[in-house]
């Protein structure tokens, strides 16, 4: 008696097939995604740095000195590194790859848009060594006098900074709010970790909950999304719990 192509083992032969098809296209779809939100990225970053072209990098560099904490302006944040000497930068940069490999080859490339984002959503980045213009990424780069430092706050001898920079090279944990690179350069100059950007956005947060408007504007949008996708578990909680929650915290 002959078997059956199309019995047991021939079904799940097509349904492993048909998993591993649908995995891979999965796959395909996520490369094509941050492709493409890299390439947006590239495209705003461009035009916004059109209008305040950087200036030649022998003018700029001539006014650092090893030590010196050097900041980035970009779209919607800062990016700080601390200056090493000969056009060279230590910075923390979201980067996925050192997760990935050790190898120095890949390593040592500039870290790409797409790195960046698989890096801030893995919570990995780098403390890495980069030229200037790399570190400037076609924006401008100033020397930074931060607040720590205006507040009464004694940086530490200019080459400590530039040690403690160089003791943390490589892969890292990172997190948006907690670890990123204000956190790094903070520590290397004054001996103390933190980030400016986070206190101010955390405050504006704290406005925003505290503000008892924003649980009225939640409340009327919930009942605008109940009417447009009707009543159900998954439409009736939310419209409940995030206006009370937001009227509770106000």
């Known amino acids: 008696m002959c078997p059956d192509p199309f019995g047991a083992s021939g079904a799940w032969r097509h349904g492993g097939r048909a998993h591993l098809l649908a995995g891979q296209s999965a796959l395909l779809i996520l490369c094509v995604m941050l492709d493409a939100l890299a390439f947006f990225l590239d495209k705003v970053v461009f035009l916004v740095t059109c209008a305040h072209p950087p200036p030649p990098p022998l003018e700029r560099e001539r006014a650092y000195r090893r030590g010196d904490l050097l900041e980035v302006p970009r779209t919607l944040f800062t990016h700080f590194g601390i200056y090493l000497g000969d056009g060279r930068v230590a910075h923390l940069i979201?980067?996925?790859?050192?997760?990935?490999?050790?190898?120095?080859?890949?390593?040592r490339h500039k870290v790409t848009n797409t790195r960046l984002l698989l890096g801030v959503l893995a919570k990995r980045a780098s403390v890495r060594v980069d030229s200037v213009e790399d570190f400037a990424y076609g924006a401008s780069v100033r020397l930074n006098t931060h607040a720590m430092e205006r507040a009464g706050r004694v940086p530490p001898d200019a080459e400590d900074a530039a040690r403690r920079a160089e003791s943390l090279l490589g892969s890292v944990p990172y997190s948006l709010l907690w670890n990123n690179c204000e956190h790094f350069v903070t520590w290397c100059r004054y001996g103390a970790a933190r980030s400016l950007q986070t206190e101010q956005f955390c405050q504006w947060l704290k406005s925003q909950i505290r503000d008892q408007r924003n649980a009225f504007v939640a409340g009327l949008l919930g009942l605008l999304s109940l009417a447009c996708w009707g009543v159900s578990s998954g439409t009736t909680l939310p419209v409940i719990l995030i206006p009370f929650t937001l009227w509770m915290a106000s």
């Not at 979201?94 to 390593?107: C, G, K, M, N, Q």
């Open 94 to 107: 979201p980067d996925i790859l050192p997760a990935v490999t050790s190898d120095a080859r890949h390593l």
